[in-house]
């Protein structure tokens, strides 16, 4: 049955889809049967809300439309068997800031008030939020090294904390505020999509032979306000998995986010492409062992993409039929 196609939803906590493995004897089987009812299926499916959403995809994206899924995995690929086996051929991994959007200097004004909000005297200039974008992925980790550097500052929460527990409750209830701030600006429009970026997704997620991903190390809540408001829910629920800050311990250019796409999309790490714009998403990339793309910003332009398949002003100068050929 269509059942022994489906995998584990892998939930947003990190673990690992369970693989189902069918005996060869019933490959022939559920082949002809894929050929018969789950196309079928299938165009009911595309009918009503396009691709349909992924069952890799976190619970609050997938419910953006309701109703039965057909089993892409099954009607993605070679065959049948291949598939079920966990051969899943190739993916897109997609960053989010700096590539689907450019967002950084809504993140910086939004820490800046949330550091006078909570009235300290820390303000990040632009040159020094470039540093940090450049050197450090996520919020919390950013604070962490400035206030590790320039000292602990003390707060309406009172004086600097001491341990590291008092420390991490500060940039825990400060990044909270921060997530908050930002979300409004996003909710206002100040957002807007790179260039291209919307059309090569949506080309990308037309090819039933490749996965989609989005790996970003942004807070999980910022990042799926930002997504959902460029990208739309409709569009989001066909990705196949959304990896964001959250879902990992350790952020780029550590390459875990990368490894773990890998690993949920069943795709070998060298057949899955990845679309960065920064050195610090290079780096994470390469060191996952996946081809990187550079889209590079104002920001990061001067970098060394030395690593990178190729480097561009942006996804209008990308050609998916040369990043994946048909």
Not at 202 to 220: M, Q
Not at 242 to 269: C, F, N, Q, T
Not at 276 to 303: H, N, V, W
Request: charged content about 25%.
């Amino acid at each position: 049955s269509a059942a022994l196609g489906r995998r584990a939803l892998a939930s947003d906590e990190g673990s690992s889809a369970a693989e189902v493995r069918v005996p060869s004897f019933l490959v022939a089987t559920i082949t002809a049967a894929a050929g018969a009812t789950l196309f079928s299926r299938k165009k009911s499916q595309e009918r009503r809300f396009g691709r349909g959403p992924s069952k890799h995809a976190s619970p609050s994206i997938a419910a953006a439309a309701a109703g039965d899924v057909a089993p892409r995995d099954l009607l993605r690929g070679a065959s049948a068997g291949a598939i079920l086996t966990g051969s899943a051929g190739r993916a897109v991994l997609f960053d989010c800031d700096g590539v689907i959007v450019v967002s950084e200097e809504l993140h910086r004004l939004a820490y800046n008030q949330v550091f006078e909000e909570f009235e300290t005297s820390t303000v990040w200039s632009e040159d020094y939020y470039e540093m940090l974008m450049n050197t450090i992925g996520g919020g919390k980790p950013k604070m962490h090294f400035h206030f590790g550097r320039e000292g602990w500052p003390a707060s309406k929460l009172g004086p600097p904390p001491e341990t590291e527990d008092a420390q991490a409750a500060l940039i825990d209830t400060m990044q909270d505020r921060k997530t908050e701030i930002f979300e409004e600006m996003v909710a206002s429009g100040k957002a807007e999509a790179r260039p291209g970026i919307v059309e090569l997704i949506d080309e990308a997620l037309g090819r039933p032979d490749l996965k989609v991903a989005i790996c970003s190390a942004a807070t999980k809540s910022a990042a799926q306000k930002i997504l959902a408001s460029i990208l739309g829910q409709e569009r989001l629920a066909k990705f196949d998995l959304l990896l964001l800050g959250d879902d990992v311990s350790r952020k780029k250019p550590d390459p875990m986010i990368y490894v773990l796409a890998a690993e949920r999309l069943g795709v070998e790490p060298a057949s899955c492409v990845v679309i960065e714009d920064s050195k610090i998403g290079l780096d994470s990339a390469s060191g996952a062992g996946m081809p990187c793309y550079i889209t590079f910003t104002e920001s990061t332009r001067s970098q060394d993409f030395s690593k990178a398949k190729a480097v561009v002003a942006d996804a209008t100068k990308l050609v998916l039929a040369d990043i994946c050929p048909l």
